[in-house]
């Protein structure tokens, strides 16, 4: 019986070990596999649940427009280790970023800030009269402000003559600069194509100069050059291109209409667009609406007249 009880109590001193032993173990699954656990999947899930990226956007185009497409990523995690979520995240910043840019120079791609003409090292200027007759081309060749108003349209403000004197512009200040070869282009739209109606002349007190006249372009006193395309109400686009000092070509919404004297030797000493002279009393005035003007130093080309007449 002794040596029986003895075996029960060496079992249970075994078991109790046994116990303690498997308790040593649960630590050391505990510590390696909870621990672990608890590191791997709580530094992960930190770093992809808590990442904060806040991005701020102030990137400055050539063009002039502000574009959302410079990244400052500020990433916090909360376990204070930089993971690969962080690359990723910043990664998908930079793709949402790309989106403007791309945009950007799509509508860039067009007019560089003008609606009918664009600008070349060929431009003396152009008025795009939105308001005011600075020169739009960057040269800094402002024309003089002489009457009108400015009415609203669809592409901005545009030049109102009512054929009250005074109106029009001046570019005498530049009037040196129109040698041969040079073009002029104008879009306006006059309210009748009856009788006189000066668009350019180049001696105040004459009445030599540039004329819608009788459903017609004239270089007075030169010969009438005809257009069925010219009528009361039309939107015209004229492009007076020089052949030499004397002479021009002239066409009408980008087609050749005729040649025809200038009724002037280029470099003229004054420049003044849609005022009549004093000759007449300033009874031939131009009524109507015009959009725009370029003054080129060169000869342009039948396809450059093109483009301008598509946009129309």
């Given at each position: 019986?002794?040596?029986?009880m003895?075996?029960?109590?060496?079992?249970?001193?075994?078991?109790?070990?046994?116990?303690?032993?498997?308790?040593?173990?649960?630590?050391?699954?505990?510590?390696d596999?909870?621990?672990?656990?608890?590191?791997?999947?709580?530094?992960?899930?930190?770093?992809?649940?808590?990442?904060?990226?806040s991005?701020?956007?102030?990137?400055?185009?050539?063009?002039?427009?502000?574009?959302?497409?410079?990244?400052?990523?500020?990433?916090?995690?909360?376990?204070?280790?930089?993971?690969?979520?962080?690359?990723?995240a910043?990664?998908g910043?930079?793709?949402?970023?790309?989106?403007?840019?791309a945009?950007?120079?799509?509508?860039?791609?067009?007019?560089?800030?003008?609606?009918?003409?664009?600008?070349?090292?060929?431009?003396?200027?152009?008025?795009?009269l939105?308001?005011?007759?600075?020169?739009?081309?960057?040269?800094?060749?402002?024309?003089?402000?002489?009457?009108?108003?400015?009415?609203?349209?669809?592409?901005?403000?545009?030049?109102?003559?009512?054929?009250?004197?005074?109106?029009?512009?001046?570019?005498?200040a530049?009037?040196?600069?129109?040698?041969?070869?040079?073009?002029?282009?104008?879009?306006?739209?006059?309210?009748?194509?009856?009788?006189?109606?000066?668009?350019?002349?180049?001696?105040?007190?004459?009445?030599?100069?540039?004329?819608?006249?009788?459903?017609?372009?004239?270089?007075?006193?030169?010969?009438?050059?005809?257009?069925?395309?010219?009528?009361?109400?039309?939107?015209?686009?004229?492009a007076?291109?020089?052949?030499?000092?004397?002479?021009?070509?002239?066409?009408?919404?980008g087609?050749?209409?005729?040649s025809?004297?200038?009724?002037?030797?280029?470099?003229?000493?004054?420049?003044?667009?849609?005022?009549?002279d004093?000759?007449?009393?300033?009874?031939?005035?131009?009524?109507?609406?015009?959009?725009?003007?370029?003054?080129?130093?060169?000869?342009?080309?039948?396809?450059?007249?093109?483009?301008?007449?598509?946009?129309?």
């Amino acid at each position: 019986m002794k040596t029986r009880m003895d075996r029960v109590t060496l079992l249970a001193l075994c078991l109790a070990v046994g116990w303690a032993m498997s308790g040593c173990g649960s630590d050391g699954g505990g510590d390696d596999g909870s621990d672990g656990g608890t590191d791997s999947g709580t530094d992960a899930g930190a770093d992809s649940g808590a990442d904060t990226d806040s991005d701020t956007d102030s990137d400055t185009d050539t063009d002039g427009d502000t574009d959302a497409d410079s990244d400052t990523d500020s990433d916090t995690d909360t376990d204070g280790d930089t993971d690969t979520e962080d690359a990723a995240a910043d990664g998908g910043d930079a793709a949402v970023d790309a989106g403007p840019d791309a945009g950007d120079s799509g509508s860039d791609g067009g007019l560089p800030g003008d609606v009918f003409f664009d600008v070349d090292d060929h431009t003396l200027a152009v008025f795009e009269l939105d308001g005011d007759t600075l020169d739009s081309s960057g040269n800094g060749r402002d024309a003089t402000f002489l009457g009108g108003t400015f009415e609203d349209t669809p592409l901005g403000h545009r030049l109102r003559l009512t054929g009250a004197d005074p109106q029009g512009f001046d570019w005498s200040a530049y009037a040196s600069l129109l040698v041969h070869p040079y073009t002029i282009e104008m879009i306006l739209t006059p309210d009748s194509v009856s009788d006189y109606q000066k668009l350019f002349g180049v001696d105040d007190a004459a009445d030599d100069g540039w004329y819608i006249y009788n459903g017609g372009f004239v270089a007075y006193p030169e010969t009438e050059i005809t257009n069925p395309g010219i009528f009361d109400g039309a939107g015209l686009y004229f492009a007076l291109i020089s052949t030499d000092a004397s002479n021009i070509d002239v066409y009408l919404q980008g087609v050749y209409l005729g040649s025809t004297a200038a009724s002037f030797t280029a470099p003229p000493t004054s420049a003044i667009f849609f005022r009549d002279d004093t000759n007449t009393a300033r009874g031939e005035q131009l009524a109507g609406l015009v959009d725009a003007v370029r003054i080129s130093n060169v000869a342009r080309t039948p396809a450059e007249l093109a483009v301008v007449a598509a946009r129309l």
